[in-house]
C-alpha cells in the first residue's frame, strides 16, 4: 500500500490470514487496481467494499451538507478522516461507520437535526451517563440503504484528553467539503484509540497510523512528538507505533521503513519517563499479538492498565472511572440505564 509496487501484491494470502487480518477486501481491490486477479471470494468481497463505501460516502456527504445548511458544522474523524484525506483509500479501508464529532453544546440541537433526517438512535443510561459518554450510535434505513454514524461530543470520556477534544473540534482543515483533524491530531487520535482498546485493534488502524506518521518529513514529526505532549499522549503515541511495528511484520518486509521508524519510536520512548515506560512494557509490550490468546488476557483489565499506562494524566484517568462508573452504578441501581450500549462506548 505505502510502495505501490504490484510484486508485493503476488503472493496469495492463505483464507484465515485474510480473515484474521480483516484485509481480504484490500488486498483483492488492490490486485484490481494492478490488474491482477484475485479468487472470487475475494474479488466479490473487494466489490462489495468499494461499493458499500461509495454509497456511504455519498450519504455522509449530504447529511453534512444538511448539517451546514441547519447550522452545524461537524468534524469527520478516525477511520472517516482517512476516506476524505486520500478518496483513494475508500474501495482499501473498510470501516464499519463514520465518526463526527459536535461541541457538547450542540449535542441536544444536533441529536433532534438527526432526528428530522430519519435517524434514530438508543437512549442509554441516565442524563448523567449521557453527558460523561464520549458519543451514540445513530442509523437509519434498512438493507443496502442502511446507514450508520457514530456522532461524538469528545474523542473519550471526560476528563481525559480534553485538549484533543478541543483541537479536534477547532480544525480549519477541510476535504472533499468535510471538516476533518490535521494529521497531527489524526495520529494522536488513532493513538487513543488504541491504548483505549487495549491494544485491540484490527490491523487497517495500525496501517491509518503508519499512513500519517510513515511519510512525514522530520519537521512534522517532531510537532507531532510536541502535538502529543500537549494532549498527554506520547506514551500511547508509542506504544501504538510499536504495535504497528510488530503487527505489520515491518521488520521482515521492509527493514529500511522498519528502522527509520524505530529511530522515531526510539527517541518518543526517551520522552517517557522510566515509571511509566517499564508500566507499558508490562501491559503493551513490543512483541503483544494482534490477536492473544483469550484464556490470557481479561480484556476489561488490560483496558484499564493500558489507558492508565499510555495518558500522561493519571489523575484524569481515575477521574473518568470514578464518573462514568459511578454514573453506570447509579444507573443500574435505580434502572436508568436501557439495553443497547457496545463495548466500545464504555469506560475501560
Known sequence: MA??????LDAQPSADSMRRSGLGATWANLRAR??????REAAMAGMHLSAGIARRWERLQDTVAAAREAG??????????IHARWPETRETRPLSDYDLIV???????FRAFLARCGFRSPIVGSRLTQRLSKGWMVWRGEGASYENLDIHARVTEPPVCASLTRTILATRETHDGIRVPDPHDSACMIALHVARSGMHRPLHEYLDLLRYVDGMAEADWHRLRARARDHQLRPALFAALRQALHCLALRELDPPRAAALETRIDALGRDI???????????APPDHPLHPDPAQDRPLVRRSLVLWAATESSWRVMAAFVLYGGARLLDRFTD?????????????
Open 72 to 81: 452545524f458544522s461537524p468534524v469527520l474523524f478516525k477511520g472517516g478522516a
Open 34 to 39: 494492478h490488474g491482477m486477479q484475485a479468487p
Open 3 to 8: 510502495s505501490g509496487e504490484p510484486t508485493w
Open 273 to 283: 519517563g522510566a515509571l511509566r515506560r517499564r508500566a507499558l512494557d508490562r501491559v
Open 103 to 109: 461541541p457538547q453544546a450542540q449535542v441536544a440541537a
Open 336 to 348: 436508568a440505564g436501557h439495553a443497547g450500549d457496545r463495548d466500545e462506548d464504555q469506560v475501560p
